[in-house]
Structures are given as C-alpha cells and as structure tokens.
C-alpha cells in the first residue's frame, strides 16, 4: 500500500473539505504515518473513514475530527501539550513544534504506538486518564470521548491554555474547545462527533431511592 499517497487523499477529501484551512496542520498530518498507530493487522485502514483499531478496544479518532480539534487548539511551537488517549494527535502536535506527552492508561496501547511517538520526540506516560499527568500545559487534546466536564483536565492546564475533547451522552456527542482564563473557564461548542468514551471517564451511576 501506498501510504504517503494515502495520506495525500485523507488530506484532501477528509480534512481540506471539512473546514480545517491551516497549511502547517495540513503539511503535519501529510507528514505523521498514521498508519503507524494502527494494530499491525488494521494498518489497511489507518486512512479509511473509520476509526481504526490500536489494541484492547481502544481506536484512533476520525481524521476528520481529530483535524478539527487540533485546528481549534491553535498551536504554537514550543508550547506544551498532553495528549491524553489521543497519540496520533500528540504526534501531530510535536510536527508543529509543542513539546508533548502522550498519556495512555493502558500498556498494551502504548506498547503499539511507542515506537511512533518516540520517532516524533513525544514522551509518553501510563496512568489513569482521570488523573493528568503533569500540569501547566499550553494545550491539552483527547481522541476519544468523556461523559462529564474533565475538571481534573481543566485543572492542569495553564492560563491561557485549551482544552479539545468531545463530551458525550449516550449517542450524541459534541467536540468542544474550553479555555483556561485567570477568573475560570470559557467553554465553546465545535462540531457533532460521537467517538468511543475513554475508561474511566464515564459518569459515575447515580442511584435514587
């Protein structure tokens, strides 16, 4: 399979036409090998409309919407990110110049997309995704989806920094940008997405008597 020519036709017919106009994320995502966050036996579709499998029921967000959030992160060269749950992302982010660190909760995901992440100068960490490795970032992102507001997320951020992460309820979900000013928190509403929900980042049941 061709995968630079792949990712050339991913560019053009599922990021350029759905409203993400930076050049330097394009040329980032034209460069970073998707394919390789891929399961060895999922790299066929690393440039499909589809979310491709990673390992243990984990998959990579839609190019198309993983294009989105990182369009409305803005990022800037040298700044800081977390990439939590969202590796291909996180790679990304360090072809436009932030210094990143991928957080994965689960071994065998990271023992895929290592080798990738460490070729792209990212560091990576296992921990839990309700408990942000680190804080003071620039930027924080997320590929897959969370049921409440991420406040241990917001938490870490620094003054000025974002926030990119879909929340979802049930089947409907909404990709949204939160920014982190010095008197709280603006939120803003981005475009409709349902990935899968993150472990651990689900509502905790509630019961009633």
């Given at each position: 399979?061709?995968?630079?020519?792949?990712?050339?036709?991913?560019?053009?017919?599922?990021?350029?036409?759905?409203?993400?106009?930076?050049?330097?994320?394009?040329?980032?995502?034209?460069?970073?090998?998707?394919?390789?966050?891929?399961?060895p036996?999922?790299?066929?579709?690393?440039?499909?409309?589809?979310?491709?499998?990673?390992?243990?029921?984990?998959?990579?967000?839609?190019?198309?919407?993983?294009?989105?959030?990182?369009?409305?992160?803005?990022?800037?060269?040298g700044?800081?990110?977390?990439?939590?749950?969202?590796?291909?992302?996180?790679?990304?982010?360090?072809?436009?110049?932030?210094?990143?660190?991928?957080?994965?909760?689960?071994?065998?995901?990271?023992?895929?997309?290592?080798?990738?992440?460490?070729?792209?100068?990212?560091?990576?960490?296992?921990?839990?995704?309700?408990q942000?490795?680190?804080?003071?970032?620039?930027?924080?992102?997320?590929?897959?989806?969370?049921?409440?507001?991420?406040?241990?997320?917001?938490?870490?951020?620094?003054?000025?920094?974002?926030?990119?992460?879909?929340?979802?309820?049930?089947?409907?979900?909404?990709?949204?940008?939160?920014?982190r000013?010095?008197?709280?928190?603006?939120?803003?509403?981005?475009?409709?997405?349902?990935?899968?929900?993150?472990?651990?980042?689900?509502?905790?049941?509630?019961?009633?008597?």
């Open positions: 399979m061709d995968f630079a020519a792949a990712r050339t036709m991913m560019v053009d017919s599922q990021v350029r036409v759905n409203d993400v106009t930076d050049r330097a994320l394009q040329a980032a995502m034209l460069a970073v090998p998707r394919e390789r966050f891929c399961a036996d999922r790299v066929f579709s690393a440039y499909a409309e589809v979310e491709c499998e990673i390992a243990g029921g984990r998959v990579l967000m839609l190019p198309r919407e993983a294009a989105k959030l990182l369009s409305a992160v803005e990022a800037r060269p700044e800081t990110a977390l990439a939590i749950g969202a590796p291909y992302a996180g790679a990304v982010l360090a072809r436009l110049g932030a210094k990143v660190t991928a957080q994965e909760a689960n071994q065998a995901v990271l023992d895929v997309v290592a080798p990738a992440l460490a070729d792209a100068g990212v560091e990576t960490v296992v921990a839990p995704f309700d942000p490795h680190g804080e003071g970032y620039d930027i924080i992102i997320s590929e897959g989806a969370v049921g409440v507001r991420p406040q241990a997320w917001l938490d870490a951020l620094a003054v000025g920094g974002r926030l990119a992460v879909v929340e979802r309820t049930g089947a409907a979900g909404r990709g949204v940008l939160y920014l000013g010095r008197d709280g928190f603006s939120r803003r509403d981005l475009f409709d997405a349902a990935p899968p929900m993150l472990v651990g980042m689900t509502p905790e049941p509630a019961f009633s008597f």
